[in-house]
């Protein structure tokens, strides 16, 4: 069951545009009541669609068909006003520990439903740090990404093959892959490896590729 608690903190869509994006966060606050009271504060100018409780309930804060205040400055595949683009889910979860199975559960429900509702491919499904590497980290390393994958609910990794492992081609494959948002080659290698090897550091390597 979703719960309805309204913000004021949207909009119409700008030029016409409709959801073909949904973007994932994490609120990065101590309860799920805090995030929701901020999400429904007119000070505060922030808002998402959705919010899920660790204990996996959902309430619905800005229609889907309108614009929620939730991505800010960025940019996804070529393609920027994230906010006009997107259905914004914020997830109870402070971005150091794993997110639970009953908000697990609840999110992959609410983004089946989404993605029907609005017909959005796997590869529309984002996390808040690929459309705005550097500025946002969330839904961040705990974030199960390969768990969305194998039902169909986030694209799964696609190998980009390339004769030399440097900086040119992996921003080129990175490019290709969604992350089109400026960014140092730090920067952007950090941001690829938070959506698909967060355990990985050091310098670039083949398996960076990987996207």
Known sequence: ????????????????????????????????????DRLCDPQAEVSAHYLIGAQGDVTQMVEEAERAWHAGAGEWCGKDDINSRSIGIELDNRGCHPFSEPQMA??????????????IPA???????????????????HFDWARLEYQGLAAPKRRHAVSDVDEASFREAAQSAGFTAQADF???????????APWRTGPLHQADFDL
């Open 106 to 119: 609840a999110l992959e429900g609410l983004l089946r439903g989404i993605m029907e509702r609005w017909t």
């Open 1 to 36: 069951m979703v719960r309805m608690q309204s913000s004021p903190n949207c909009g119409p869509r700008r030029d016409g545009l409709r959801p073909s994006l949904i973007v994932i966060h994490y609120t990065a606050m101590e309860t799920a009541q805090a995030a929701l």
């Open 123 to 141: 590869s529309g499904v984002i996390g808040h740090s690929d459309m705005a590497p550097g500025r946002k980290t969330d839904p961040g390393p």
């Open 186 to 196: 730090d920067t952007l290698l950090h941001t690829t490896r938070l959506r698909r």
